[in-house]
């Protein structure tokens, strides 16, 4: 086991989750990185078994194909070390023997961070997993705010 401070009470659990649409081609597989308020590993990983368990759900979606998605397992749990401040460090990888080529292509321009990626209006979906009713109330709340479209 790893080094776990006394006085550690959040940790980072890495939530398998399993999308299936059915009729669809495939499935999809999201990892979430999800932050676990616990005392203890044993805590921690109770807890993160009831997130991704409570994240488990079945709707329609616009083709009104059922989707579902189901909680798959953990597939990381860390201790974070220090206090949640700017700057705090959550979690860390180590690789050894990186050469310059290899670590600067781990670095991709800022306007290639998934925060800086907006998302493609009309992007067909495959498999489609989003929700009819989340996508009907975006559609309406258009509505609402430009009525002559």
Known sequence: MGYIPEDAEWYL????MEITVHGGRCNVIHRNLTL???HSPDEAYSRAIRVGQEGE???KNPKDQLVEIR???ISRLNVVYEPFEDGS?????????LTEFEIQRMIPAKRDLAVFTPPRPGE???PDY???AVMQEAVNLV???RPDE
């Open 130 to 132: 989003r929700s009819k």
């Open 71 to 73: 909680f798959r397992g």
């Open 143 to 145: 509505k609402k705010v």
């Open 13 to 16: 659990a890495e939530l398998v």
């Open 36 to 38: 676990i308020n616990a």
């Open 124 to 126: 067909e979906h495959d």
């Open 89 to 97: 460090e959550l979690l860390f990888e180590e690789e050894l023997s």
């Open 57 to 59: 759900t079945r709707y």
